[in-house]
């Protein structure tokens, strides 16, 4: 590649979770410090930064259309096309295949080793292409910028990969395995988080309930710690698995004011030979008993969990078992997936893959029987009065959109600022969202 002129602007687009929404602030917050502003608003930018998503077909194809528009359109003040970085999960999986299928990208790096983006950068303006999917031993987290300014509802990464080996799952090859942040680092980023702005922060891990300081003990200790920040209002925590929802963890939602009452807790299925074939490690029978004692200890809690229809094997008097979960449990949200083959898992190679057809069917069945369940919470939660946390101007002149307790967006009018908490009364509901008065 032709050496270029060092980038002034740059513009990142996160795909996937929220570690990469959280991924994708940090490597921001990095290029500033390296003198590079944020592109305006619909102003081209001379470094785009692609934070990729493996978990799905479609996200992970979508990268290479992705790439050829931005080099097409994209083009910089001078006519040349803009610097372009791939990261995220698409390059710790592809690395170097991305390289050749896309002339156009001058940086590979993956979700380990984005810290060391500047060295790259330097490279790329001397016309020199490098891939960086290592997973060193020194963290990323020691030598990112400090943060400085966020919104009223910051992330937090407290722990990273995943040691579970679900057979349908990149997760355990793109972020490797299970690695817990220390807890002074944690407490570290959480104090400058709410100096920056957050009265809410969400703790994240792939398996974030799996999080344990270097004595053993787990993520309550963590909640506890972060639940005496003055400033700091609310604390949620996402995405956790059944098998690690401990005794002190349940307890936590009990004793910690500030810990919301809102649990993602994906099942996956509702079928024990599907859970089986899926590695998943607990059946229907131990999720539900989880459910139970979260529920005793939390009676207003918000479930929501993640689903996958046409798992390979999958019949539909085992899917039908997952319908007839959704019925029992009644979730307040949920997310909801047709199984995707992913390479380099047990189960892509598996016999009896579902047709598309008889996915597409099914995905949309169980969304119609996932919105009954939300539309009934939400009618359910009319007449409530509780804290909502302003977050935005809503569409409509002089409307505020904000969240409550139970991650429902609320969206009302009145004299209040972003980040303010304030009370309301909720007064009607639809499945997405709420209407609320101020009191
Ligand atoms: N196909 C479809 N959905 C998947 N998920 C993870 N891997 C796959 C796959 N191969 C879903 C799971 C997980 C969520 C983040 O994405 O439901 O909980
Ligand atoms: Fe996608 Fe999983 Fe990577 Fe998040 S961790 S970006 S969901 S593949």
Redesign the pocket.
Known sequence: MPPVPPPRTYRVKSFG?QMNVYDGERMAELLGQQGIAPAADGEQADLVVLNTCH??ERAAEKVYSDIGRLAKEWGRGDGSAPLIAVAGCVAQAEGEEIMKRAPSVSMVVGPQAYHRLPAMLADAVQGKRSVDTDMPAETKFDVLPARRKVGPSAFLTVQEGCDKF?T????PYTRGAEVSRSFNSLIDEAEKLVDAGAREITLLGQNVNAWRDGDGRGLERLIEALAVLPGLARIRYT?SHPNDMTQGLIAAHRDVEKLMPFLHL?V?AGNDRVLKAMNRSHSVASYLAVLDKVRAARPDIALSG???VGFPGETDAEFADTIKLVEAVGYSQC?S??????PG?P?ATMPDQVAPAVMDERLQRLQAALNVSQLAFNQASVGRRCAVLVERKGKLAGQWLGKTPWLQSAHFSGEVAIGDLVEVELVSAGANSLAARLV
Not at 168 to 171: D, H, I, K, L, W
């Open positions: 979770c978990i799905r679900c349908y799952c990149v997760v995405t994906p996956q993640d689903f996958i997310f997936f047709k199984y995707s083959p992913r898992t189960a």
